[in-house]
C-alpha cells in the first residue's frame, strides 16, 4: 500500500471485531508515534497503552461507553504536556554533546528562549511577566516581525498539543499499514481519565485511541468531504 492508499484506508472505525491485536502492531505503531514532527523537538507528549482490565472498563466508561471504546481490542491514551520541557531540553542538550555538535547557537536556543516561553508557574506571575514583555515587543512590531506568544497556559496547550496530535495520526497511519483500525475519540470525561492516570494540571488529554480489526458495520457510511474548493484556498 503508498501512502495515498494508506491515507484512503484510514477510517474512523466505531465497532471491531473479536480478533486480538499483536502486542507488537502496538509497539510498532507507539515508536512511529515518536517520530513525528513536534515543536521544537521537545516531545511533550505520553502515550498510555492500557492493559489492566479495571483500568480499561473504568476508560470505558470514562469515554461514554461509545462503541468504538467498547469494542476495541486495544486502548491508547494521548496526553499533552506543558510540564517535561525541562527535562527533555536537558536530554536534547546532553545528546548534542555527547555527539560534541552542541553549537552556540542551539543552547542559547534551548537555554534561553525555550524557558522563557515554557517557564509556568501556578500563581500566573510567569504569565503577566511575558504579557508585560510582549506588551513592549508589540510596538516593534509595528516595523517588522516579532514573536507574539506563547504567554499564557493555553497558549502551551496550544502547542503541546498540536504536536501530540501529529502523533496521534502516526499511530492511526502505522495501524493501517499494519492491517489494523482505530478511532480517535474526544469524547470523554477529561476529569475521569485524567484521574484514572494519576495526571497533574500541567496534562491535557488530547484523544483516546480504540483500537482493533475493523468489523464491516463499523464504518458509519460513506467518507464525506466537504468541498475542496471552501478549504484549500489558493494564493496568488
Ligand atoms: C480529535 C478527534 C476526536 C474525535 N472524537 C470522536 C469520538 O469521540 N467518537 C467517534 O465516534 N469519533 C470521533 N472522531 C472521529 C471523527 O468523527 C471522524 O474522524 C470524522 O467523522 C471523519 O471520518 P473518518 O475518520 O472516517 O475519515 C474524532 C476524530 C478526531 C480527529
Redesign the pocket.
Known amino acids: 500500500m503508498d501512502f495515498f492508499d494508506l491515507a484512503n484506508k484510514?477510517?474512523?472505525?466505531?465497532k471491531f471485531t473479536d480478533e486480538e491485536v499483536p502486542e507488537e502492531v502496538i509497539e510498532k505503531s507507539l515508536k512511529t508515534a515518536l517520530l513525528a514532527a513536534n515543536s521544537s523537538n521537545l516531545q511533550p507528549w505520553e502515550f498510555y497503552w492500557i492493559k489492566d482490565e479495571n483500568k480499561k472498563e473504568e476508560l470505558i466508561k470514562a469515554?461514554?461507553s461509545?462503541?468504538?471504546a467498547k469494542t476495541a481490542k486495544e486502548l491508547v491514551v494521548a496526553v499533552s504536556r506543558i510540564d517535561t520541557w525541562k527535562r527533555n531540553k536537558n536530554l536534547l542538550i546532553n545528546h548534542y554533546k555527547e555527539k560534541d555538535k552542541l553549537i552556540p547557537l542551539v543552547e542559547k536556543y534551548y537555554n534561553t528562549l525555550v524557558p522563557l516561553q515554557y517557564y509556568y508557574d501556578p500563581f500566573g506571575i510567569s504569565t503577566i511577566i511575558r504579557k508585560i514583555i510582549l506588551f513592549f515587543f508589540s510596538f516593534i512590531g509595528f516595523f517588522k516581525p516579532i514573536a507574539r506568544g506563547p504567554s499564557n497556559k493555553h497558549e502551551l496547550f496550544e502547542i503541546v498539543t498540536k504536536t501530540t496530535?501529529l502523533a496521534?495520526q502516526n499511530i492511526m497511519m502505522s495501524l493501517v499499514a499494519q492491517g489494523y483500525d482505530s478511532?480517535?475519540?474526544?469524547?470523554?470525561d477529561k476529569t475521569r481519565v485524567k484521574k484514572l492516570l494519576n495526571l497533574n494540571n500541567k496534562s491535557h488529554i488530547?484523544?483516546?485511541l480504540g483500537i482493533g480489526k475493523r468489523d464491516p458495520k463499523g464504518?458509519?457510511g460513506d467518507?464525506?468531504?466537504i468541498n475542496e474548493e471552501l478549504v484549500i484556498k489558493i494564493v496568488d
Not at 183 to 188: K, L, N
Open positions: 484510514r477510517r474512523s472505525i466505531r469515554c461514554f461509545q462503541n468504538a496530535a496521534c478511532c480517535p475519540m474526544e469524547g470523554f488530547v484523544m483516546v464504518i458509519y467518507r464525506f468531504r
